[in-house]
T-cell receptor, first 110, second 116 residues
Framework: EDKVVQSPLSLVVHEGDTVTLNCSYE??????LLWYKQEKKAPTFLFML????IEKKSGRLSSILDKKELFSILNITATQTGDSAIYLC??????????FGQGTELSVKP | DVKVTQSSRYLVKRTGEKVFLECVQD?????MFWYRQDPGLGLRLIYF???????EKGDIPEGYSVSREKKERFSLILESASTNQTSMYLC???????????????FGPGTRLLVL
């Protein structure tokens, strides 16, 4: 059965800290891995990763995929209170649908 | 900008009531999805649709049905609401897989349903 597991499930840090969120997966037909950020509304798209070892960056956020070890990490540097959210990892298994992890709830304290 | 809208942000219903959740997208996407989101469980797929009048069961279809009479609209129906269906419901849409540059799912704002 295809599966996506995120860790940790929740995390509390202080502004300025750097955090690393983890996502591991087991899927039969991997197509891509996606990261979303969800505040108190709809998830919004952050990154799509399809190739190993190529880092994607957007401001203080970056992500990388390891297709050999079947995981991805999402890094946030110099965290701000506005980074507080649930971060969702999902894998496209070529079936036209996404398989989501449980999410990591990040809380950034001032 | 892609827009996915859902008919209600908050809904309170009683056990046994029939509940309709509507989702509309304006980008001519072929695929539409209904998820529920519960703490610690992430997003779980209820039903999805690849085209008008087509539907497929997701991971947790029990207690739900769907309708896709028009391409832009995908409805989720709770035939007889129960308290364990209290949840956040999210609709999403995307182009058919394989169309370059259109592979991410776009989400609606969600409907928080409380069944008493």
């Amino acid at each position: 059965e295809d599966k996506v597991v995120q860790s940790p499930l929740s995390l509390v840090v202080h502004e300025g800290d750097t955090v690393t969120l983890n996502c591991s997966y087991e899927v039969t037909n991997f197509r891509s891995l996606l990261w979303y950020k969800q505040e108190k509304k709809a998830p919004t798209f952050l990154f799509m990763l399809t190739s190993s070892g190529i880092e994607k960056k957007s401001g203080r956020l970056s992500s990388i995929l390891d297709k050999k070890e079947l995981f991805s990490i999402l890094n946030i540097t110099a965290t701000q209170t506005g980074d507080s959210a649930i971060y969702l990892c999902a894998v496209d298994n070529q079936g036209g649908k996404l398989i989501f992890g449980q999410g990591t709830e990040l809380s950034v304290k001032p | 900008d892609v827009k996915v809208t859902q008919s209600s942000r908050y809904l309170v219903k009683r056990t046994g009531e029939k509940v309709f959740l509507e989702c509309v997208q304006d980008m001519d996407h072929e695929n539409m999805f209904w998820y529920r989101q519960d703490p610690g469980l992430g997003l779980r797929l209820i039903y999805f649709s690849y085209d008008v009048k087509m539907k497929e069961k997701g991971d947790i279809p029990e207690g739900y049905s769907v309708s896709r009479e028009k391409k832009e609209r995908f409805s989720l129906i709770l035939e007889s609401a129960s308290t364990n269906q209290t949840s956040m419901y999210l609709c999403a849409s995307t182009h058919r897989p394989g169309l370059a540059g259109e592979e991410t799912q776009y989400f609606g704002p969600g409907t928080r349903l409380l069944v008493l």
